[in-house]
């Protein structure tokens, strides 16, 4: 490998390192705002999710949606989180219904531009990724164990990523889905499973321990279920997301983020793990 090619490389480690220092600290002030202000303070932070994911995905979709489509879709981003913090999620489900007959009725009085096609691909911006947030804000709200949930959302998809990546620099071998992600493989998905598993598992130990139920081995068993789980839809959410890219040609959704993308290139894993895991809460109440 030539000097100059290292030196390009690690250039980019170097960026994507503080990149990522930057984004940890961003999500850890949230959450001391969360646990010392009010916990509608890390709302503003899933806000600041939809409103600039909506603006890669719109844009990444381009011409496939109409003017129209996009104004609905930002209209969307706008509206869900600020109705659910102060109305409830009743109030979002009519926003919701809303937002769908707008796009339907835009085939009836934009006949000519609004095509099933780019109707289709309208509702998928609506739905993606503003709709797939809305389990994070549930989970902040959930009447117990709420930190727990949103930790839980914040480590699994990151330590995941982490040792998918590690594990599959060391050991290589088969592709897990080449042409989705050439990069990824088999060996690699595996060590994203462990490292849910041991993240969860450690975060029990330290923070959790007792909190859910009285028997131990229960509350390890569900951690261990939460972990494994919590990384399987991380790295699903991560092949979601390279299968749209590659559809869409583009290789990033954004460029907020040196070294990384955009946001939805961060949280595409967060978002279909947290669904799971306020399945989870929800149901153990």
């Known amino acids: 490998m ?28 949230f959450f001391v705002l969360r646990q010392l202000v009010d916990i509608r303070l890390m709302n503003i ?25 996009k104004c609905v879709i930002f209209a969307f981003a706008l509206t869900v ?31 000519d531009n609004a095509t099933v096609e780019r109707t289709g691909c309208a509702f998928f911006g609506l739905f993606y990724p503003t709709g797939l947030l809305i389990p994070m804000l549930l989970c902040n709200t959930l009447e117990s164990n709420s930190f727990i949930a949103l930790v839980l959302i914040f480590i699994i998809s990151p330590v995941a990523d982490a040792l998918a990546y590690i594990v599959g620099s060391l050991l290589k071998g088969p592709k897990l889905c080449e042409r989705v992600s050439p990069k990824k493989t088999i060996s690699g998905a595996i060590g994203g499973l462990l490292g849910g598993i041991i993240v969860s ?37 991560d092949l979601v997301e390279g299968a749209i ?11 907020l983020l040196p070294g990384h993308g955009g946001i939805l290139d961060r949280i595409d894993g967060n978002m279909i793990c947290a669904a799971f895991i306020y399945m989870i809460f929800a149901f153990l109440g």
């Open 81 to 111: 989180t600020p109705v659910y913090v102060f109305f409830g999620v009743m109030a979002v489900a009519v926003v919701c219904m809303c937002a769908c007959l707008l796009l339907l009725l835009a085939m009836v009085f934009e006949f």
């Open 45 to 69: 932070l899933f806000y600041a999710f939809a409103l600039i994911g909506s603006y890669e995905i719109t844009r990444a979709l381009g011409d496939r949606i109409t003017n129209f489509q």
């Open 245 to 255: 890219k590659r559809k869409l040609g583009i290789k990033d959704m954004g460029n």
């Open 2 to 29: 030539s000097s100059a090619l290292k030196g390009e490389n690690m250039k980019n480690f170097l960026t994507r390192l503080v990149t990522s220092v930057f984004i940890v600290a961003v999500v850890v002030g």
């Open 201 to 237: 598992v450690l975060f029990w130990l330290v923070y959790a321990k007792g909190s859910i139920t009285a028997t131990v081995w229960a509350e390890v068993l569900l951690f261990v279920t939460i972990g494994l789980f919590g990384a399987l839809f991380t790295e699903l959410g």
